[in-house]
């Protein structure tokens, strides 16, 4: 399962741009911008996060942000690698 993270996390992502821009009502459009409006929150922390680790500067909820999608990012690639049959990537190294 988690290795699956990153496709629900891009799904969610996803669902959210098209639950914002096409609520009905105030109350549930309200809503569904919120939600979108934290995760351009969070990902902008992400983008601030990995600015600031270049920088030798540390903000420790940026670069847990950053470091929690940098991991995802690396199972997502691993997956495609595994799926794909580039590598032998989920073997253990000697």
């Known amino acids: 399962m988690r290795l ?3 496709i629900f996390l891009l799904l969610i992502l996803t669902a959210n741009i098209f639950l914002a821009a096409t609520a009905v ?3 549930s459009q309200l809503f569904y911008r919120a939600m ?3 995760q351009l929150v969070f990902y902008g922390g992400v983008v ?9 500067r540390r903000v420790r909820v940026l670069n847990l942000a950053y470091v929690f999608s940098l ?12 799926v794909l049959g580039k590598r032998n990537v989920w ?4």
């Not at 991991?71 to 595994?82: C, K, R, S, T, V």
């Not at 073997?91 to 000697?94: A, D, H, L, N, P």
Request: aromatic share 12%; hydrophobic share 60%.
């Open 4 to 6: 699956a993270a990153p």
């Open 25 to 27: 009502g105030n109350a």
């Open 36 to 38: 979108f409006a934290g």
């Open 48 to 56: 601030a996060g990995a600015y600031l680790l270049k920088h030798n």
């Open 71 to 82: 991991m995802n990012a690396a199972a997502l690639i691993g997956l495609l690698f595994f």
């Open 91 to 94: 073997v253990r190294g000697e």
